[in-house]
């Protein structure tokens, strides 16, 4: 067995394992990444191709799409794949976490076992099915990222399955009595128009449908689908059934698409299936305790957390019981929430393993909550904010719950790494924009200079808070500092558009609401210069390359005032800059 050490070991690499690792790795923190599977993402990943959605609900929340790692990532694609090919969206996840210094990628490698010293985790076992290499991997601190809560079920975290009674927690969406049931698995499939009709026979094993079977069910995009082809979660659970639910899936969709090609008019004579999954996406199953659980009244109220680490703002989406099998109601029921909500700190690390961080789908919430924090953005930003909290703990060397006491910064550092968090705003006491005076030669009404440097990263509600310029006027943003500063960076937010879908989809009305290639808003091309007593000490001709988050590192060149001078967008007419942070040599 070959053993190794990191301080922070992550299991599970679908969006919130990853940005996790990411987050932790890019602070310095040794971290291991174990993936049971070739590629990175999840259900996000090629192998069951769901799109990452977030608190935007499909665009219908303005402004509220996750940034940070999620955004890097997304944006990454949107530069490299502009036709949205899953596998180039599978290496884009692969590149980021494969050349991430600090960080060991293992993939098609299972964690098998976990060795704890009582309320500790010491140790994970995991064998690379390629390899046929077992690994003893120790670690300061664990995150579980596996979607399934496995690596807390077996350290003796406690978790909760299937749905709590509406009196535990207050909730109005619970059933009246608890019982287990979760949401079921499902297999997604693409087709694709050839042109001229294209035959479909149907296998001897799949399933029949009528229309009167699929009346709740709508099938009218027949391009992709379906997420209501769903099973497990009632009488079989999802976990210990989960090979005969893939079976009983497979049966299920191509039974489907038999009925679109072969039972009525659908309007699909020329499509033909071009990819089915094999890989079943997972809804639900273990869902961790924390010291806090999040519920009903958290997302709908949208309660002011002082320990909010990250946000959400999808509905509470909570399915059918059985799934598919229940053909007499809707699939879903959409319950919207208040706009969007914050998820407290105290719902990403177990309440009683002491090392033992919580990310994605299994975090601390109830069945109702976690109807809504389940969506993959969510997932994502929640492992942002567990990566950097496991790096202020390993430098002090404290656990999850330590750092409670310190979650300001830890909500400032996060801010910094361009995260959104509702309510807070830059307090970083070594920013110098923030004593800048703002001014710029133009703007727009609404969009003045000193929004960039008013403490909010976006748009919220009514409130721009951004720096907005006509690209023709050639506008310049100048950042003028009470004193001479040694430079050591320069951080942009720029504007890539929040309203806007980005996600990776199989589906063509998601893609057809996406621009191909990079936001027209953001910025392309752009002129950072340093000043002294009016003279540029240093010039810098710079490129965003599709990205919003820009960082510059200077070598500590001496300057009174910073100027910001865009030259070129992907398209749009105006540049929009919502922050500008400064830092001076320590
Ligand atoms: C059909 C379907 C449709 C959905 N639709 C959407 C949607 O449109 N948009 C959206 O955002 N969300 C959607 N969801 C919800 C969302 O996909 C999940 O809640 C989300 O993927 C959870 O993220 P995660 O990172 O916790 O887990 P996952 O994405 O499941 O990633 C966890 C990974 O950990 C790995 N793993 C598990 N155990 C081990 C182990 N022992 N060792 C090593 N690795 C392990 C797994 O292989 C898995 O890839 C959907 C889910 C399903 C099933």
Not at 48 to 63: E, F, K, L, T
Not at 355 to 372: D, K, Q, T, Y
Not at 491 to 503: A, F, G, K, M
Not at 514 to 539: A, W
């Amino acid at each position: 067995m070959n053993t190794y050490h990191y301080d922070f070991v992550v299991v599970g690499g679908g969006m919130s394992g990853i940005c996790a690792a990411i987050a932790a790795a890019r602070r310095g923190v040794k971290t291991a990444l174990i993936h049971d599977r070739p590629v990175l993402g999840g259900n996000a990943s090629s192998e069951i191709r769901m799109h990452i959605c977030g608190a935007d609900h499909h665009m219908s929340v303005p402004n509220a799409r996750e940034t940070g790692i999620l955004e890097e990532i997304l944006l990454e694609n949107k530069r490299r794949n502009p036709e949205m090919v899953y596998p180039i969206f599978d290496s884009v996840l692969w590149e980021k976490v494969h050349y991430q210094e600090n960080l060991t990628l293992y993939l098609n490698t299972h964690m098998t076992e976990v060795l704890c010293d009582g309320d500790r985790i010491e140790a994970v076992c995991a064998l690379q099915m390629t390899t046929q290499k077992t690994f003893r991997i120790l670690g300061t601190l664990f995150l579980d990222a596996t979607g399934d809560g496995i690596l807390g079920a077996k350290a003796g975290a406690e978790y909760r399955i299937g749905r709590e009674s509406s009196s535990q927690y207050g909730e109005s969406l619970a059933p009246e009595k608890e019982d287990p049931y979760t949401m079921g698995n499902s297999l997604m499939f693409k087709a694709r128009d050839m042109g001229h009709e294209v035959p479909f026979i149907k296998p001897f094993w799949a399933n029949t449908y009528t229309e009167e079977q699929l009346r709740l069910r709508d099938h009218s995009d027949v391009t992709s689908g379906y997420w209501w082809i769903e099973l497990g979660g009632g009488e079989r659970d999802v976990i210990s059934h989960g090979e005969e639910l893939r079976d009983d899936l497979l049966k299920a969709v191509f039974g489907v698409w038999d009925h679109i090609k072969n039972g009525g008019e659908h309007g699909a004579e020329c499509m033909e299936l071009e990819w089915v999954g094999f890989l079943p996406g997972k809804r639900e199953s273990r869902r961790l305790i924390g010291d806090y659980v999040l519920t009903e009244k958290d997302c709908l109220e949208s309660i002011r957390f002082d320990d909010a680490v990250a946000y959400g703002g999808w509905p509470m989406d909570i399915h059918t019981v059985e799934g598919f099998l229940n053909e007499s109601d809707d699939p879903t029921v959409w319950n919207q929430v208040n706009g969007i909500y914050s998820i407290p700190y105290r719902c990403l690390y177990s309440k009683n393993i002491r090392n033992l961080f919580l990310g994605g789908r299994a975090i601390s919430c109830s069945h109702v909550a976690f109807s809504s924090t389940r969506v993959m953005g969510t997932c994502a930003v929640v492992g942002q904010a567990v990566g950097t909290a496991a790096s202020m703990a390993v430098k002090r060397n404290l656990g999850p719950r330590e750092i409670l006491d310190c979650v300001g910064e830890l909500q400032q550092e996060l801010l910094k790494d361009d995260c959104y968090i509702p309510f807070i705003t830059n307090q970083d006491p070594d920013d110098f924009a923030r004593q800048a005076v703002v001014t710029a030669t133009h703007h727009i009404p609404g969009c003045e200079p000193e929004k960039a440097v008013n403490g909010v990263a976006r748009t919220v509600k009514e409130e721009s808070n951004c720096w907005r310029a006509a690209i023709e006027d050639r506008p310049s943003l100048l950042l003028s500092l009470p004193e001479k500063t040694p430079i050591r960076e320069i951080r942009l937010v720029l504007d890539s558009n929040l309203s806007r879908e980005i996600t990776p989809s199989i589906n063509q009305g998601v893609l057809s609401r996406q621009k191909s290639g990079p936001p027209s808003e953001l910025l392309k091309d752009y002129e950072v210069d340093i000043l002294l007593e009016g003279e540029v000490v240093e010039h810098m001709a710079a490129q965003s390359h599709g990205q919003r988050q820009q960082q510059h590192f200077i070598d500590g060149t001496v300057g009174d005032a910073i100027r910001i001078s865009p030259i070129t967008t992907y398209g749009g007419r105006e540049a929009g800059i919502f922050e500008v942070r400064i830092y001076s040599c320590k």
